[in-house]
Each structure stands twice: as structure tokens, then as C-alpha cells.
């Protein structure tokens, strides 16, 4: 059973900087779609990022510039750097994998009902 864990949230003021971090285990495919989702209270679940085993990546129009998505697969992590926070990003964020699916299918509408596996959430907090 595949299975994730975020790390890397907190509380940052405007402007700031934050790391979240997802480690994954038990999945032993080549092929992969990993993303950041992330979820405020009242709203939707929104695809942030992706990447693929391609190597594509893909940004929502929110956070591109200042948001970066990257995987280190020696240590089977994925990472969500969040530069330039705003109010707006505050929210509980999610790492979600699936096999194989093109990076895209992370920001699309309703792109999290493709994905099988799910962390457990880590809570950004951006204050003005």
C-alpha cells in the first residue's frame, strides 16, 4: 500500500518562504504523476502542481513564479518550495500520487479524482 506523508507547513507572514516536503513509500513503479493540492476551508480541493515520470511539470497560473515542484527519487521525496507567499495560499496541502498520468491532469478541473493516493495534509498559514 503506497503511502505518503507531508511535512514542512506552518505560519509565515507575507512575503515568506516555506519547504513542504512528502515522503513516499512502497511504490515501486517507474512510471508515477505526483502533485501538491491544496484545500481552504469552504472551497474545493485545487491541484497546485505536478510533475510526471516524464519529467513534465506543470503550475497552476496562481503560483507560477513563485511556487517550484521538484523530486528527489533517491530519497523518494517530493517538495512543494513556496516563495513569495501570499494570504491567498493559506490552505492544508496535499501530496497525491498516481501511476502513470501526464503532470497536466494535476491542475485540471477536478484533476484530484484521478489520483489514488493521498497524504494526510500539512496546514500553510500566510498572514498579511
Known amino acids: 500500500q503506497v503511502q505518503l506523508e507531508e511535512s514542512g507547513g506552518g505560519s509565515v507572514q507575507a512575503g515568506g518562504s516555506l519547504r513542504l516536503s512528502c515522503v513516499i513509500s512502497?511504490?515501486?513503479?517507474?512510471?508515477?504523476?505526483m502533485g501538491w493540492f491544496r484545500q481552504a476551508p469552504g472551497q474545493e480541493r485545487e491541484g497546485v502542481a505536478g510533475?510526471?515520470?516524464?519529467?513534465?511539470?506543470t503550475y497552476a497560473d496562481s503560483v507560477k513564479g513563485r511556487f517550484t515542484i521538484s523530486i528527489d527519487n533517491a530519497k523518494n521525496t517530493l517538495y512543494l518550495q513556496m516563495n513569495s507567499l501570499k494570504p491567498e495560499d493559506t490552505g492544508m496541502y496535499y501530496c497525491?500520487?498516481?501511476?502513470?498520468?501526464?503532470?497536466?491532469?494535476?491542475?485540471?478541473?477536478?484533476?484530484?479524482?484521478?489520483?489514488?493516493?493521498w497524504g494526510q495534509g500539512t496546514q500553510v498559514t500566510v498572514s498579511s
Open positions: 512502497e511504490y515501486s513503479y517507474s512510471d508515477y504523476c
Open positions: 497525491a500520487m498516481e501511476g502513470f498520468r501526464p503532470a497536466s491532469m494535476v491542475v485540471a478541473v477536478n484533476g484530484r479524482n484521478g489520483f489514488s493516493y
Open positions: 510533475i510526471d515520470s516524464s519529467g513534465t511539470i
